[in-house]
Each structure stands twice: as C-alpha cells, then as structure tokens.
C-alpha cells in the first residue's frame, strides 16, 4: 500500500503448486475476471470463521506468468483495480443531476453559458455569438 489515492495494481502468486496444474491455469479464459481479497478470522480448534469475511481489495484479472522448476510451478497474477476501469458516468447535466435530485434546478441553464453576455463596469464580455431569447432574465443595455 502507498498513502498515495492511486488504484495501484495487484500481483498475487501461487507457489508450490504440482506442475500438471499448470494446463488448467494455462487454457482457463481468466483475463477480466474478478478478483477479490478478503481478511477473515479463523477460529484455530474449529477452522470456523468468527465473523463475516470483510473485502480488503477488488479488481479484474489482467496477465498471468508461470514459472517451472524441479517440478513445482509457480502462478503470478496480475490484477487491474476495480477503480482503474470503471468508466466515468457522470456528467454536469441537468439530466444527470435529475437522475439524482429530482427537483434540483442546478445545471438548468448550463447550456447558455456559450452564449452569456456579462456586463461589469463600462466594458462588455462576451462568450459565443448570440443570447437565446428563451431565459427567465435579459442582460441590460
């Protein structure tokens, strides 16, 4: 871990393992898969768990790598946060925030800020060619 807010990826390895595993991991379909870590405890006379696990890290599968010697094999993962490939879903819209609040005006008129005329002082700015006629309010002259 880094004190960093960065979705860091994740390399797990499998050591030890018979190499006749090694076809299986080699054919299975495993890229884009989930992947989830979990931190439980285990009750050591039962092997029980005490309580319910509780997730430390999800992601997808990426790349895989294997290595054999002396007849042990050895899987390295490596897995993509979750947050790494989660596409961005909002937008400053007044349709999104609708989708949200309900009867929240907040982005109604963010389509006239292209075409807003401010006034300040003597001078006149201006960003885009026209004002729609269509707003609740009329700059002054």
Known sequence: EDI??????????????????????????????SATI???FVNPETNALVDT?????????????IEISRGQATINLSC??????????????????QLAYATDTFFDLV???PTFKGFWGARTSQYGNQF??????QPRD
């Open 4 to 33: 960093d807010v960065i979705a860091r990826p994740l390399r797990m390895t499998l050591s030890g393992i018979d190499s006749s595993l090694i076809t299986t991991a080699m054919t299975e379909e495993y890229q884009g898969r």
């Open 80 to 97: 993509e946060p979750r947050l790494r490939r989660e596409p961005r879903i909002a937008r400053y819209s007044s349709e999104d925030q």
């Open 53 to 65: 696990p509780e997730t430390v890290w999800e992601g997808r599968m990426d790349s895989m790598s």
């Open 111 to 113: 389509m006239t800020i």
């Open 38 to 40: 979990y931190l439980a």
């Open 132 to 137: 729609p006629a269509n707003l609740p309010w």
